[in-house]
């Protein structure tokens, strides 16, 4: 059995961008992200720094690097992109080794 993958992307949004905005721009997304095959969770957070994470849990390895691949062909891709500032977007790819949830 393949083992779930976190998809980890880290980055601080372009100058100017609004922090409601930004988020509002990242739920049009969810609609693609939600349909697609492997999907298993998902969360956007803020730390106190300024940094943001998008966090998604796949199914396994194929499921996330097509996903993350296919993502940025996406029509709202160009927009996302536009929202981070540039050179801070981080992503890798960790095996899931252990989880909880309440």
């Known amino acids: 059995m393949d083992k779930h993958v976190a998809e980890i992307v880290t980055f601080h949004l372009a100058e100017g961008v609004k922090t409601a905005d930004f988020v509002a721009l990242m739920q049009r997304t969810e609609g693609f992200v ?12 803020r730390g106190a ?24 062909t996406q029509e709202f ?5 536009a929202a981070i500032a540039p050179d801070t977007a981080k992503m890798r790819h960790e095996e899931v080794l252990w989880s909880m949830a309440s």
């Open 77 to 81: 891709s160009a927009e996302v992109m």
């Open 49 to 72: 720094d300024g940094s943001w994470t998008d966090y998604v849990v796949w199914q396994d390895m194929a499921a996330a690097q097509e996903v993350a691949q296919s993502f940025m």
């Open 34 to 45: 939600r349909a697609q095959s492997g999907f298993l969770h998902r969360q956007l957070t």
